[in-house]
């Protein structure tokens, strides 16, 4: 049966399942799947925020309200103040950090899809963001999905699948934009009757960039038919299709992705963990045996204005 209380001291290999749910968002809920427990707490500085970003051992973290965002640190609780965001959807910006903040090639960027590019350096809170215009990259897709691989960003556009290298100028805002690939996947050809679906770019290693592609089907496209993976080859520029994932598992989230191993724990090799909006189910999709399972890992939370995230975060904060 799962418990709640304090969670452990020491820290877990696989990302928490972490839920903020009450009226301002007050409630934080973690979920651990290699224990099957969970965890409640109230940490005061995440009411009513918008988690946009976890890397580096940082939150990336934005007030639902005002829009005020920043970066803070959950061990040291230091915090950096950001620029004001552009006028715009806050719900819909996707948002990465590079490097840790105190690094001299660390960026933090902004997405507003489908066509502006916002980026600039922690620290500087009298600049403005700089600001690029995807548009003349993505022509008549859109570039929607993000990753840092070994310190540079890459978009993928939505539906085309090209792949661009972006080389970023953080005191000019000049951004030089490189197509790597412009052709989608071969093995897309039979699933062409599935036009609705969500990816993910993900770095797998120093050497690997995964590209998970999720396929809907059912009334309304509203059940999930499986995922296809693939990796892309830097010597061909063409994505390969990847048959296995070994001893590894996937935490998808909207625009973002994490992979750990499986070694060691109760997780599921060559599975994909995920969950959906509106609903408090944990969904894990096997690709060995291309089949999904569904659990309710936290009964006590409602789905409604619930926020679900996949937090890899240091002992001390969870």
């Known amino acids: ?27 934080q809920t973690f979920f651990s799947i290699s224990e099957d427990r969970y965890y409640m707490r109230t940490i005061p500085e995440l009411r009513n925020k918008k988690i946009c970003e976890c890397a580096h051992g940082w939150l990336v973290l934005l007030d639902s309200n005002s ?16 620029p004001p965001l552009p006028d715009t959807r806050y719900n819909e910006l996707q948002c990465l950090l590079s490097a840790p903040p105190h690094e001299p090639e660390c960026c933090i960027l902004f997405f507003d899809p489908p066509s502006s590019l916002y980026f600039c350096k922690p620290g500087t809170y009298n600049q403005e963001f700089h600001k690029y215009d995807l548009q003349p990259i993505s022509k008549n897709s859109i570039m929607w999905f993000w990753t840092i691989f070994r310190g540079k960003l890459y978009g993928l556009s939505f539906q085309r699948e090209i792949l661009v290298l972006f080389d970023l100028d953080h ?31 993900i770095q797998y290693d120093n050497d690997t960039l995964l590209y998970v592609h999720m396929l809907y089907h059912g009334w309304q496209m509203q059940e999930i038919y499986g995922f296809l993976v693939f990796r892309f080859d830097f010597t ?11 001893e590894t598992a996937i935490f998808l989230e909207d625009y973002r992705g994490t992979i750990c ?8 090799r060559e599975s994909i963990y995920f969950t959906k909006h509106e609903d408090r189910r944990l969904y894990v999709f096997n690709l060995e045996t291309q089949s999904l399972s569904v659990s309710l890992p936290c009964p006590h939370v409602s789905k409604k204005k619930s926020q679900f995230y996949w937090l890899t975060l240091p002992p001390k904060c969870n």
Do not use: R
Not at 1 to 24: C, N, R, T
């Open 236 to 246: 061909e520029k063409a994505w390969v299709k990847v048959k296995s994932i070994g």
């Open 1 to 27: 049966m799962k418990k709640y209380g304090e969670p452990p001291s020491s820290p877990q290999q696989h990302p928490w399942l972490v839920i903020f749910h009450g009226a301002d968002k007050q409630k």
């Open 67 to 82: 829009g005020d965002c920043y970066i803070w640190n959950p061990i040291s609780n230091d915090k950096i103040q950001l």
């Open 171 to 201: 005191d000019s805002g000049i951004v030089t934009a490189t197509p790597m690939v412009n052709q989608p996947p071969d093995d897309f050809g039979e699933f062409l009757d599935m036009p609705y679906y969500a990816c993910n770019l």
């Open 261 to 268: 191993s499986t070694k060691g724990t109760n997780l599921k």
